[in-house]
């Protein structure tokens, strides 16, 4: 798949997906190193209301959704390339995987901090992450981005 000249919203799109993808890895990496939330002044009470004794479990979590998956669509994005795995899960087979990836990514973003609402306590960067994961969808669905990394019939 030939890409066309990059609309300039893709790399407003790429710094969307640059912030989770940083604070995913690098949140989710500490609280693995150290499960009990420590590194990251997260206390263990704040999980009471959660199915988890301790934050290992979320950091693999987070460091796999929200950090490693917004990396990966990031990089395909500026990719051509269609790795079999990657194109098996993409549920729009007429779109490149890293358009379908980025809204999966918008949508995780969401999904992630509204349970993380019901379960825990609140921070400050909750809403932040809840309106980067709206922007993303929003870019994604914009009907230039959809044409940019809409498949063209081989003929």
């Known amino acids: 798949m030939a890409f066309k000249k990059r609309h300039p919203l893709t790399y407003i799109l790429a710094i969307f997906l640059l912030f989770p993808g940083i604070n995913g890895l690098a949140g989710g990496a500490l609280l693995?190193?150290?499960?009990?939330?420590?590194?990251?002044g997260m206390e263990k009470g704040w999980l009471d209301h959660s199915p988890f004794s301790s934050y290992l479990i979320p950091g693999f979590l987070l460091f796999s959704f929200?950090?490693?998956?917004?990396?990966?669509?990031?990089?395909?994005?500026?990719?051509?390339?269609?790795?079999?795995?990657?194109?098996?899960?993409?549920?729009?087979?007429?779109?490149?995987?890293?358009?379908?990836?980025s809204i999966y990514t918008g949508i995780i973003a969401i999904t992630w901090i509204t349970i993380q609402l019901l379960m825990t306590q609140y921070f400050w960067i909750q809403p932040v992450i809840i309106f980067n994961g709206l922007a993303i969808l929003v870019?994604?669905?914009y009907p230039a981005m959809i044409d940019q990394y809409t498949k063209l019939p081989n003929i």
Not at 32 to 40: E, H, I, R, T
Not at 74 to 92: D, T, V
């Open 32 to 40: 693995m190193a150290k499960s009990d939330g420590s590194l990251l």
């Open 66 to 101: 929200m950090g490693l998956l917004p990396m990966i669509t990031l990089a395909g994005l500026f990719s051509s390339k269609q790795p079999k795995i990657l194109q098996s899960l993409n549920i729009y087979n007429d779109k490149h995987w890293a358009w379908t990836f």
């Open 139 to 141: 870019l994604t669905l």
